[in-house]
């Protein structure tokens, strides 16, 4: 299932996974981001009317991936925001900074396709391959 | 990774200890379903949780058993009180997800001119879906605090049904040990928006019909007859108990780092039960748990209400009493027989339903002569069933049983089945009537998505894990 956007959306007998591949960790989380997104509010039209910074932190990379996204889950649902762009400005191993932007839902343009409970750690992936970066996490729905 | 299996029986799979394993797995299901299940990672993540530190008795799965993250869907697994561990994955993120059944005085006959209205109603009444919630209902910080303490009994005392209802609540609708000291703050702001929420997914809202009896004697202990009206709710603690879930995963992952636990698989991440990170969990999901009882116990009131209003009559003439509300997400504390030995075990039930036998001390004294009710829901096109707890299942799965149908299409393949199609159209003229605040939902949950949980239920009963009671027709779904 392509979404396009560097991003996969895979199948799970009862959730759904995000695949993604970059030249860079920074450029990987922000298309994994984009795929949480696509996830969550299908291709809804979405305008980058508000801007907020997310601030991660985790004990090591592939946990600072599952800790960016339910970042993101936690920010656009407490606020009831469609995320439009992630701008990554620092990324370590253990934290990360970003500027979000995105619109309030209206469910005139909006379509919510899944709620997501959390992103989960279940075969979830971080890696620098030969050919670039590759992540994969599992979302609970 | 191949996972060898060894057939024991028509309904009863084993599979043999190896490499890091430390206890064999046991799978309830039947050869057809064994055959899906391999095209699946279910019996890679059985394998899995049998690795865990302090395991007793096989790593198990129910019939329903499907792949789900960590711990499969559907598995049943305990853990000794001083060797074993608390694994967050083991419960999962929608901690004490659970069914509520409530019986009527109505009969399907009676209410079928006004089920559209019902229906109607039930879903202006109930919130459901994303960002829903009643306009009527706030909640402070230090009221949630005493939800998280007092589970139902919070939302009796607040008005929201009678004390009789606990009687038939599993743990008469609380868990203790919670301590709201042990929740995070996004946990309790999350919680704050959402009590007395139906949720999204495939939780639900069900009126019913009683289509089949298989037990004349339980059904009647249970207040159950052919035609009746009964009311299905399945949710459980929403926002709350996911960020709990997740709060404590990083608790863990940390934790297993600490005391040397080799995971093979992140989200099984896990402490020992004697350590302050597992006390804090199992303190923080009481908290969980009894959210999501006080949950379906606001939820019980507003349907009772709804009946009213629609229907003009009161509760006396309603009767729309709580048959039983089970767990089906949850670890638990429990004494149970092993090698002729009484121990004390964690269990930690993922997708499992406890299902005590018949005389256990803590079914309810009206039924303690049939066992624990054990409440099955299958998918919104075809049926649900009642069932009560086993000797067989004590013995042998720490009392537990399935939980639902499970899923065996991905919901892609669900969208894909469903093109061509107006589910909700299709069910209408099979007169079962949908209400859902978005069409994604309906598509996704269709029944073509579930095995049909007459053979989960079928293997259920074979191995003796489970007595059947009942079988519930769909009449009208509520869903997010």
């Known amino acids: 299932m392509t979404a396009g956007n560097g991003f996969r959306l895979l199948e799970h007998t009862a959730d759904m996974g995000i695949e993604a591949r970059a030249a860079s960790c920074r450029e990987l989380l922000e298309a994994m981001a984009k795929g949480l997104v696509a996830l969550i509010f299908g291709d809804s039209p979405v305008r980058a009317m508000i801007n907020t910074k997310l601030e991660v932190h985790a004990e090591d990379r592939v946990e600072l991936l599952v800790a960016w996204l339910n970042e993101i889950v936690y920010w656009s649902e407490s606020n009831n925001i469609v995320p439009a762009t992630f701008q990554i400005e620092a990324a370590g191993d253990d934290e990360l900074l970003a500027t979000v932007s995105g619109e309030p839902f209206d469910p005139e343009r909006h379509s919510l396709e899944h709620q997501v409970k959390s992103v989960t750690y279940h075969q979830v992936c971080l890696e620098e391959t030969a050919d670039g970066w590759y992540g994969r996490v599992y979302v609970d729905l | 990774m191949t996972v060898k299996t060894q057939q024991i029986d028509q309904c009863r799979w084993r599979i043999p200890r190896e490499g890091a394993m430390r206890t064999d797995g046991l799978i309830f299901a039947s050869p057809k379903m064994m055959e899906d299940l391999r095209r699946e990672q279910a019996l890679e993540q059985v394998c899995n949780v049998a690795t865990l530190p302090g395991i007793v008795g096989p790593s198990m799965a129910m019939p329903d058993i499907h792949w789900g993250y960590g711990f499969p869907i559907g598995g049943v697994a305990a853990y000794s009180v001083d060797e074993g561990v608390i694994s967050p994955g083991g419960v999962g993120y929608d901690i004490n997800c659970g069914v509520r059944l409530l019986r009527s005085n109505l009969t399907a006959e009676e209410i079928r001119p006004n089920l559209g209205r019902l229906a109607d109603a039930l879903f202006l009444n109930i919130p459901s879906g994303v960002g829903s919630h009643r306009s009527d209902f706030k909640l402070s910080v230090n009221t949630e605090k005493q939800v998280l303490l007092k589970g139902a009994g919070w939302a009796v005392q607040q008005g929201f049904g009678g004390t009789t209802d606990l009687e038939y609540i599993e743990g008469h609708g609380v868990i203790s040990g919670a301590d709201p000291e042990m929740v995070s703050e996004r946990a309790l702001e ?260 579930y095995k049909d949980v007459a053979d989960v239920v079928d293997v259920v009963q074979q191995a003796g894990i489970g007595h059947l009671v009942a079988r519930l027709k769909p009449m009208a779904v509520v869903k997010g």
């Open chain 2, 190 to 449: 999350r919680g704050r928006a959402q009590l007395g929420t139906l949720g999204s997914g495939n939780h639900f809202l069900e009126i019913q019909q009683v289509e089949v009896i298989y037990d004349e004697e339980a059904a009647g202990v249970l207040g159950l007859h052919p035609g009746q009206i009964t009311v299905s709710i399945h949710t459980g603690s929403r926002g709350f108990g996911y960020q709990v879930c997740d709060d404590y995963l990083k608790v863990m992952l940390k934790a297993a780092r600490k005391y040397g636990i080799i995971l093979p698989d992140r989200q099984l991440c896990c402490a020992p039960l004697q350590s302050d990170e597992a006390r804090n969990y199992l303190a923080a999901m009481a908290c969980a748990a009894n959210f999501a009882f006080a949950n379906r116990q606001m939820i019980t009131a507003w349907v009772r209400e709804t009946f009213e209003q629609v229907l003009g009559k009161g509760p006396d003439e309603l009767r729309l009493g709580v048959i039983y509300d089970v767990c089906h997400n949850i670890a638990k504390w429990e004494d149970h027989t092993v090698s002729g030995k009484r121990r004390r075990l964690c269990v930690h039930r993922k997708g499992a339903t406890r299902a005590f036998p018949p005389g256990h001390a803590e079914i309810p004294a009206a039924y303690r002569k049939i066992g624990q009710p054990v409440l099955i829901p299958g998918d919104m096109g075809r049926y649900s069933y009642v069932l009560t707890g086993t000797a067989g299942a004590y013995s042998e799965t720490f009392g537990s049983t399935c939980h639902g149908a499970g899923r065996v299409m991905s919901r892609h393949a669900a969208k894909k089945a469903a093109r061509g199609h107006d589910i909700i159209g299709e069910l209408a003229a099979r007169g079962i009537l949908v209400r859902a605040a978005g069409r994604a939902t309906v598509v996704e949950e269709m029944s073509a998505a």
